[in-house]
């Protein structure tokens, strides 16, 4: 692949191509000019050999812009990534999920915004798609199970406990090459996991790295009927809370039981921020499922952590 030191790469992992994939490409095909070279990667995350970047299918066509598609049969978004950051050498690298639309003016508002203000990592709205009804249940402070952000109108660096989404990031190629995703982390198939993106920023942090919001480099992101069932946020709030056990490893890992007796501290947090979010008695209970989801997640990471644990015992 080709290099310019103005240059972009949109990287998008993806489990198989399909409508999603076809979609956002013609998203891609129909922005505004960025004013920088760019071009596109698709990691196809699945165990049978994608097309070779010689060999684009003809639907990988984005007119003017060179498309390169990789496979990587390692499962997991994480290690998707990864195998495409291994091919990038532009100096900067935009991370968007497989199933978001950008805005036309996405990805010049994205590589400006981050060059003007001196970021090394930032990112932009994820807004839930608006053709979408909702149910009434799913108030706003719910969203973010559902893949969307919105940190203000304003672009400016982010605070210590702010983080941004990699549906919509954009990060220096060789912060990120230095960087990578943790494998342990982010989805992969039958499990919902997070915090790759939260990982992502705390590490840059650790690093002195500039992060940032650009909030009018938006995308819009698919929101599935699946998605939209009490049962499938209370499994995704489960699945939360073991990524959160996982993202925290390092402290938990030393910890009496192996984090079993931190979730009691973790519940603690979890039913402040249920009582500090309540607005209604039905808000109430569906955030109390929520929080208790979370934490059972995190009892059920330590729980395992200390099996293994004793399991590599001599």
Do not use: C, K
Not at 11 to 25: I, M, P
Not at 36 to 43: E, G, S
Not at 228 to 257: F, I, K, P
């Amino acid at each position: 692949m080709g290099s310019d030191d103005r240059g972009v790469t949109v990287l998008v992992a993806t489990r198989a191509w399909g409508t999603s994939v076809d979609r956002l490409l013609r998203a891609l095909a129909d922005l505004d000019a960025p004013g920088v070279p760019w071009q596109i990667l698709v990691v196809v995350n699945a165990p049978t050999p994608a097309p070779s970047s010689a060999a684009t299918p003809p639907e990988a066509t984005v007119p003017g812009v060179a498309v390169h598609v990789i496979h990587e049969g390692r499962r997991g978004a994480s290690h998707a990534r990864n195998a495409g950051i291994d091919h990038i050498t532009t100096p900067w690298t935009a991370l968007l999920d497989d199933d978001v639309v950008p805005d036309r003016g996405w990805l010049r508002e994205l590589i400006a915004g981050a060059i003007d203000h001196g970021f090394d990592l930032a990112g932009g709205t994820v807004r839930l798609d608006p053709t979408v009804r909702l149910p009434t249940w799913l108030e706003p402070s719910l969203h973010g199970f559902v893949t969307a952000i919105d940190l203000g109108p304003d672009a400016r660096q982010l605070d210590t406990d702010e983080f941004v989404l990699t549906a919509n990031t954009i990060v220096r190629t060789a912060l990120l090459r230095t960087l990578r995703f943790d494998p342990r982390l982010g989805p992969r198939p039958g499990s919902h996991l997070t915090n790759d993106d939260l990982d992502l920023v705390r590490r840059a942090r650790s690093l002195e790295a500039r992060i940032g919001w650009i909030p009018r480099a938006a995308v819009t992101h698919d929101v599935p009927s699946e998605r939209l069932r009490l049962r499938w946020l209370v499994a995704r709030a489960y699945q939360q809370g073991r990524s959160d056990r996982r993202l925290h490893a390092e402290e938990a890992d030393v910890a009496r039981l192996g984090g079993v007796r931190a979730g009691w501290w973790y519940l603690r947090d979890r039913i402040h921020h249920w009582w500090r979010r309540r607005t209604g008695t039905r808000s109430f209970a569906i955030r109390g499922m929520v929080e208790l989801a979370r934490t059972v997640g995190w009892w059920r990471e330590s729980l395992t952590t200390v099996v293994e644990r004793y399991r590599r015992r001599p």
